[in-house]
């Protein structure tokens, strides 16, 4: 009886002692990543996954003839872009509307949209996006009762796009017109403003360092008389932020060029820094 209660004694300190180390090992690891977040201003790691989701050999052709973001990618990059593209996949409703078709190749091109954007972050699933509605063409919009080519709906948590148009800015990579980009931004934007985990935080810190640089007069002068960036941008800061990412993504060496430090406020607030970026 005394063996027994000594046994169980030491068992019972055994884990309460383990659980403390976890703990303690948790700690620093969190204070570790704090620290560096705020000292570089982008997430100690990126990438994170006990197992690894594959893409059907199908999707695996889709991704490989249709997005040149995946195909500059190293191989482990490429690795980690199905994993997340599977996740994505799984985790999204895709709803057709006016007896479109969404077939494999559709839903695959425009998750691949949303990881290619969220691909420097750690947390990329966008809880505030749980529906992917998708229309042939342009669609009557209630929210401001007018035609759109997409938009972003919070209260449905549902973006919405015209496949026309969001194919055409897909195929073409240069004009720095892409509608899923765009819309996708939008959703990148208020789900940071929602959330508190680390891509957000970095996201939404760059986001008013980015309003900061804004008062620059010069610089927004120069950005206006270049025609680089187009109008629209200008009607508010959301949709600054999503047309200027458009710029960035399909024309990054001119911005680069052009505009230095919007580039990289925008790079650190995506933490891009791959494929050439
Ligand atoms: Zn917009």
Not at 227 to 245: H, K, M, Q, S, W
């Amino acid at each position: 009886m005394v063996e027994e209660e000594v046994g169980f004694g030491m068992l019972f300190a055994g884990l309460l002692t383990f659980g403390l180390l976890l703990l303690i090992v948790f700690l620093i690891f969190k204070m570790f990543d704090t620290i560096y977040l705020s000292l570089f201003k982008r997430p100690a790691w990126v990438h994170f996954y006990l197992f690894k989701k594959k893409l059907s050999k199908e999707q695996k052709v889709i991704l490989r003839n249709n997005s040149s973001f995946y195909s500059r990618l190293s191989s482990v990059g490429k690795e980690r872009f199905e994993h997340r593209l599977q996740c994505f996949l799984n985790d999204k409703e895709f709803i057709s509307r006016q007896d479109f078709v969404i077939d494999e190749e559709k839903k695959v091109l425009i998750s691949a949209t949303a990881v290619m954007l969220t691909f420097g972050m750690r947390k990329y699933m966008l809880p505030i996006l749980e529906k992917i509605i998708v229309y042939p063409k342009e669609f009557y919009s209630t929210i401001d009762e007018r035609y759109h080519k997409g938009e972003f709906n919070p209260r449905l948590k549902a973006l919405v796009f015209s496949w026309k148009d969001f194919e055409e800015g897909f195929r073409v990579e240069d004009d720095n017109l892409n509608l899923g980009i765009h819309e996708f931004t939008h959703a990148i934007h208020l789900n940071s403003i929602k959330r508190s985990d680390t891509a957000s935080v970095v996201f939404s810190d760059g986001f008013s360092e980015l309003l900061r640089l804004l008062r620059n007069e010069d610089l927004v002068e120069g950005i206006k008389k270049s025609g680089f960036i187009r109008d629209y941008a200008f009607t508010n800061e959301f949709e600054f932020l999503a047309v200027v990412v458009e710029n960035f993504i399909e024309s990054p060496k001119e911005f680069k060029s052009q505009f230095p430090s919007l580039y990289k406020k925008i790079q650190q607030m995506f933490n891009f820094r791959f494929a050439g970026y």
